[in-house]
């Protein structure tokens, strides 16, 4: 039995501010007769005295916890001998700056499980933020998209939104969309920039989020096959914020040009498909990626696209990558940026990034904790996913051997290393250590 749960503060920087559980669900833990262990925080979004309240010992020492949850990778002076852990790893594709934190949890006889791998039996996801990224997301691209255009000399009603952080609430930033939406509805834009169109790479949990928000605006969808004619009709309205949503098949077809595109055949051959995104690219003012990705894929935007067709002239302005593969489907995208300093100019000639929305080339968003600027909302729904999940590991003894763990399948799935070795479902990643 698993007698006693610790819930590790966050500080990997100072705007992460979530949690796994939140007091209520602490509480909840609680009357079942679960001891939890919280070390205090001074920038959680919930208070030190919320959770003593909720009945957990607040306290700076972990190391009587037989489990420990946190949101963001442990640094490696927080790991203790023969515990077992869950948290966001960034270690299943060999992640090379987390090698190291992985060593230490194998030499210290450690056991970890991931969240991302946390999926049922149709290998879906079932303990993320996914939404939140999508929400805040698209509204630090708004943001984003806002200043920039105003750098250029031209104010649109978008200059009046705020980054997520800087709100109080979910509710309070959708309120200020609704207005400027309503800005818009009214006024409009000006129309030296419009048609004002807002392309989506994907249409996941992320995907979904993030159109949630734009759709408070006054907007309707153009198919991507009907983009470039739309445009060149002339026939749209300054007063509407036109979103296309893009699927695999109509950013990527086969190399070889005798074959259709096959979605169940591009997910398992992907090598075999190049990408076709740059026809849309001229058409665009804003993309916002949401697509998943590895380098077995093909690339969505090229520094090479970049380079040859963007200038100063150009409607696409703002790469809102929520995705945040450093150099993957957005090659642009440079590095993970923090909530701090969401976005930085791209600088094609040089291959070179400036931080903030100045500068002779697309601005980038690429925060890659986006969930992080609504930690409220986000932490209570995460911990709402997790909280099925915790039952079982309350009543699992990790000091069994792997094959005897009575954990549930979909937790099963999620354990990369257990007493110091890694599971077989994760043996690949010694190459990588």
Request: glycine share 8%; with cysteine; proline share 6%.
């Amino acid at each position: 039995m698993t007698n006693v749960i610790g819930i590790r503060r966050e500080d990997k920087n100072e705007w992460e501010r979530r949690v796994p559980l939140i007091p209520e669900q602490v509480a909840e833990l609680v009357q079942q007769g679960v001891e939890i262990i919280v070390q205090p925080s001074d920038i959680r979004i919930f208070k030190n005295e919320e959770y003593t309240e909720a009945g957990a010992t607040v306290q700076e020492d972990l190391s009587g916890c037989d489990f420990v949850l946190g949101v963001k990778e442990f640094p490696i002076p927080a790991l203790i001998d023969n515990q077992a852990y869950i948290f966001f790893s960034h270690t299943i594709k060999g992640q090379s700056y987390n090698m190291a934190m992985l060593q230490k949890i194998l030499d210290s006889n450690g056991t970890l499980l991931d969240y991302e791998r946390v999926t049922n039996d149709k290998n879906q996801r079932l303990v993320f933020f996914g939404n939140y990224a999508g929400l805040a997301g698209m509204i630090e691209t708004l943001h984003t998209y806002g200043k920039r255009m105003l750098w250029e000399g031209v104010k649109t009603p978008l200059i009046d939104l705020k980054r997520p952080l800087d709100y109080s609430s979910l509710d309070e930033a959708k309120e200020a969309l609704i207005n400027v939406g309503e800005q818009i509805r009214t006024e409009g834009y000006p129309e030296s920039i419009g048609p004002l169109v807002v392309g989506f790479a994907g249409y996941g949990n992320v995907s979904r989020g993030a159109q949630e928000m734009l759709d408070l605006l006054p907007t309707e969808e153009i198919q991507p096959g009907e983009l470039a004619a739309f445009i060149e009709s002339g026939n749209y309205s300054n007063k509407v914020v036109y979103k296309v949503v893009f699927y695999e098949k109509d950013m990527f077809e086969p190399i070889d040009q005798a074959h259709q595109f096959e979605l169940h055949d591009y997910f398992n051959n992907p090598g075999k498909y190049k990408g076709v995104f740059n026809q849309y690219m001229d058409n665009l003012s804003m993309l916002v990626n949401c697509i998943y990705w590895t380098p077995d894929y093909p690339i969505l935007v090229t520094k090479d696209w970049i380079k040859d067709n963007w200038t100063m002239d150009s409607k696409m302005k703002v790469f809102g990558d929520i995705t945040c593969d450093v150099e993957g489907s957005v090659e642009c995208t440079l590095e993970a940026t923090e909530p701090g300093t969401p976005c930085y100019v791209y600088l094609p000639e040089t291959d070179e990034m400036i931080y903030g929305c100045e500068g002779e080339g697309p601005v980038v968003m690429s925060v890659d904790t986006l969930p992080s600027e609504l930690p409220r909302e986000s932490s209570t729904f995460f911990g709402g996913q997790m909280m099925p999940f915790m039952k079982a590991i309350v009543a699992t003894d990790f000091k069994k051997d792997f094959a005897s763990l009575n954990l549930p399948p979909e937790l099963k799935r999620a354990t990369i290393t257990h007493q110091g070795k890694l599971t077989p479902d994760y043996e690949y990643i010694q190459e990588f250590l």
